[in-house]
């Protein structure tokens, strides 16, 4: 473990050499039709979104599906992985490693009960937060040291109805408001990628 962390470290002067900078994107969420719209896989569905936008499509590849595009000089690596949440670690080491892509480049899209609804948050570090998908992936790669995208769902539910809340679908009103959310999701992406992740939190983190 300790090894494959270390090998993720000295990525960083390789990846300022490399002319067409890698990013790996991972959108946290549970793969099959009865959990794509529920509040837990909006990490999915930002993915979903910019892969519409980009015009390309995902293709079942290992421990997850797997879309990439290029844009100002930068590659874009998109994983849905295929693990289920608990387990979303194995995909994203796995792609880490597959690709030889340096730590900071990687950003993970996860739900935050914690924001109100359609708040976007970007970090560069932070802890699980009682996310068991964030949870696992820093229990594999041995740091929380990694950039992560939160997208507020807010927490409007009863003591001991959380599970319930994060598995149920959106309500007519919150579909309605995702649209405009989800295209600025896009744009934040694409400005981690290219802007950076500073500027791209001064532009977008509470908006």
Known sequence: ???FFAKLLSRDKIEDKDPMKK???VGLGNPGPKYENTRHNIGFKVLDTLAEKRE????????GDKAEFNFKGRKFILIKPSTFMNLSGKAVRYWLDKENIAIQNLLVI???LNLSFGTLRLKAKGSDGGHNGLKNIQDLLQTTTYPRFRFGISDEFSKGRQIDYVLSEWTSEEKEALKERLETSSELILSFGTAGIQNTMNSFNGK
């Open 110 to 112: 996860t739900d935050d």
């Open 56 to 63: 390309i499509i995902f293709e079942a590849d290992r421990y």
């Open 23 to 25: 990013l790996l994107i």
């Open 1 to 3: 473990m300790r090894a």
